[in-house]
Nanobody, 118 residues
């Protein structure tokens, strides 16, 4: 089983940038399909972006053109570069792993808080 630890969250002004990292251990990172999810205040958790083992990528509409997901299999790390941040991006961000892109996400990190002030 893969263990995941997120970092890189913080407080930023609207229009600012942050890069989230998710360090994986305990298993072969490259075999997992990975995703960034978020849950804002009073909102349901949503998938923000995902990258599969073949490097195919998905973004939810609200972050297209502003967020970039990437993975470095040599470093066992998943990234989420976020620019032009908006107050509505405020949320706890979680990385998650699944063995197959058709499956549910089975392994989750503890989350990192992103707060965007207006």
């Amino acid at each position: 089983q893969v263990q995941l630890v997120e970092s890189g969250g913080g407080l930023v002004q609207a229009g600012g940038s942050l890069r989230l990292s998710c360090a994986a251990s305990g298993s072969i990172f490259s075999i997992y399909s990975m995703g960034w999810h978020r849950q804002g205040p009073g909102k349901e958790r949503e998938l923000v972006a995902s990258v599969n083992t073949d490097n195919s990528i998905y973004y939810t509409d609200s972050v297209k053109g502003r967020f970039t997901i990437s993975r470095d299999n040599a470093k066992n790390t998943l990234y989420l570069q976020m620019i032009s941040l908006k107050p509505e991006d405020t949320a706890m961000y979680y990385c998650a792993a699944r063995r197959n892109f058709l499956d549910e996400y089975t392994n989750w990190g503890q989350g990192t808080q992103v707060t965007v002030s207006s």
